[in-house]
């Protein structure tokens, strides 16, 4: 895994402290890696599978 540097808003930031209070997450960098995951999935990874043809 790479390290990468993000600046987020406090908001966001308190959003992801209260997932982990909550116990849906372990730990900050989970949630964020689950968060881009799942948006890179939704932008990206399901628009180039093949769409089937209508007739």
Not at 26 to 31: D, L
């Amino acid at each position: 895994m790479r390290l990468i540097t993000v600046n987020l808003p406090e908001a966001y930031v308190n959003g992801i402290e209260r997932l982990i209070l909550e116990k849906l997450y372990p730990n900050r960098s989970e949630a964020i890696r689950i968060a881009v995951r799942d948006l890179l999935k939704k932008e990206l990874w399901e628009q180039s599978a093949p769409q089937p043809q209508i007739r």
